[in-house]
């Protein structure tokens, strides 16, 4: 990598490689995942923050794959980690608040579940990745796995009511927050698994966009 020394006026546009345009691709849909929640449009921010989780897992793989500079590596490792908190941290917290907890417990999990985000989130920028026998671990859940988790848990909602599926995230976040800063090794995906989670991923989106046009 050759770093890049621009007198450019334009220069933090001149880093909008194909790797960070997608990661901001993450930023607008998470941010529209947020509106949705606020309008009580479920089933949208759903879809929405299942597309974050999505753009998350392949943009490292499209910045492995293209030619940048030095500069441009460094400001996608930032603006990862930005978009992260605000992705799935603060908007699954907006879409939990927008569901229905709003009595002190539920906002007490959700000021956890943020705080759990961005301490993992700076934690993985210090201390990066475990290597052992050839193979990356993470330690601690990393916080993409919100965009799975909660679309999942959120198909309870087509079955039981309202009541119990609030307990339910709410035992879910605590969950997700106590996993992020613990020392699980969860082992970085590969291969066939971008696969399989944009496959699952699908699957989700279409039941989503069912129940929308269903209503």
């Given at each position: ?13 001149q ?24 309008h ?15 753009v ?18 460094k ?41 759990a ?9 210090c ?9 990356q671990?993470?330690?601690?859940l ?14 309870a ?25 613990s ?18 991923a ?14």
């Amino acid at each position: 990598m050759v770093a890049s020394r621009s007198s450019h006026p334009f220069v933090m546009l001149q880093q909008l490689d194909p790797a960070n345009c997608l990661t901001l691709t993450g930023l607008g849909l998470s941010a529209a995942s947020a509106f949705f929640s606020i309008h009580g449009q479920i089933y949208a921010a759903l879809i929405g923050l299942l597309g974050a989780g999505i753009v998350d897992l392949f943009d490292g793989f499209v910045a492995r794959k293209i030619e940048r500079t030095e500069l441009q590596a460094k400001l996608g490792q930032q603006l990862d980690s930005i978009v992260d908190v605000c992705s799935f941290g603060f908007n699954p917290v907006i879409f939990a608040y927008c569901f229905g907890l709003q009595d002190p417990l539920s906002i007490a999990i959700l000021l956890l579940y943020a705080g759990a985000t961005a301490l993992r989130l700076a934690y993985f920028n210090c201390a990066g990745l475990v290597e052992t026998e050839n193979q990356q671990y993470f330690t601690g859940l990393p916080v993409t796995y919100a965009a799975l988790f909660i679309p999942l848990i959120s198909l309870a909602s087509f079955s039981l009511s309202a009541a119990v599926v609030k307990s339910t995230f709410e035992v879910l976040y605590l969950g997700l927050a106590i996993a992020m800063v613990s020392p699980l090794k969860i082992k970085k995906l590969r291969g066939a698994w971008y696969g399989f989670f944009s496959f699952f991923a699908v699957l989700l989106t279409a039941r989503y966009l069912y129940a929308i046009f269903q209503n």
